[in-house]
């Protein structure tokens, strides 16, 4: 099982950016792909962005389109979550996932498929 901890949430005004890591545990080269989620209060957790590990490939939902990126680190087994030009819909818990099997980009977000999870990283956009 693989441990994630994210880190570099924040509160910030509109219009501003951060950067969230997501380190794990062990070689992220062993997972398949990883992505990145967020839960606002009362909502359903929906997917954010997804990277396919080994080719670099990444998803993004329409809402973070040209905002956010997603990007990886082998040397630190790290991803991350740039995100820019935040807007206080942003304002959720993110959490990052990983996925050790390869399915196809269409179900990306669909949660169940992730074997692992961190505990999440609040960002609040005011």
């Known amino acids: 099982q693989v441990q994630l901890v994210e880190s570099g949430g924040g509160s910030v005004q509109a219009g501003g950016s951060l950067r969230l890591s997501c380190a794990a545990s062990e070689d992220i080269s062993d997972t398949n792909h990883m992505g990145w989620f967020r839960q606002a209060p009362g909502k359903e957790r929906e997917g954010v962005a997804a990277i396919y590990i080994h080719s670099g490939r990444t998803y993004y939902a329409d809402s973070v389109q040209g905002r956010f990126t997603i990007s990886r680190d082998y040397a630190k087994n790290t991803l991350y979550l740039e995100m820019n030009v935040l807007r206080p819909e942003d304002t959720a818990m993110y959490y990052c996932?990983?996925?050790?099997?390869?399915?196809?980009?269409?179900?990306?977000?669909?949660?169940?498929?992730?074997?692992?999870w961190g505990q999440g990283t609040q960002v609040t956009v005011s």
């Open positions: 996932a990983a996925a050790a099997s390869y399915v196809d980009s269409r179900i990306l977000y669909s949660q169940g498929h992730y074997n692992d």
